[in-house]
């Protein structure tokens, strides 16, 4: 009998212990594809930033604008993902909608979004 209730105690233990081990890499999958993602997205903020740094430096002011301008319209319209009033992009877009007074590039690259 107690052989009987060692094994059922040490399957049981296997058996978690693998469950945990799955979780685990699972989780290690998760932290790493979101550390890949930040990568990328950092890769391109530089190659962007690079550009319109490299306009400015050649004194291509109305480049670097329309460089910049095309990719705050693309944020601008691109698709929300649910209401949340508290997400990054409805936060940021009264400041969008601030600069496009402003800045006729913008708002020029805003109506061309829109069609």
């Not at 107690?2 to 999958?29: E, M, P, S, T």
């Amino acid at each position: 009998m107690k052989v009987l209730l060692i094994a059922i105690v040490a399957f049981a233990l296997g058996f978690l212990g693998g469950v945990q081990y799955q979780n685990l890499r699972r989780a290690r999958k998760d932290v790493e594809q979101l550390l890949r993602f930040d990568r990328d997205a950092q890769h391109v903020t530089t190659v962007l930033s690079l550009a319109a740094l490299n306009h400015l430096e050649d004194g291509e002011t109305y480049k670097a604008k329309l460089l910049l301008a095309r990719q705050v319209a693309l944020y601008y319209y691109a698709p929300q993902n649910g209401e949340d009033s508290f997400s990054p992009q409805q936060r940021l877009l009264p400041s969008i909608d601030a600069t496009a007074t402003k800045s006729a590039v913008l708002r020029e690259k805003m109506q061309k979004g829109r069609k």
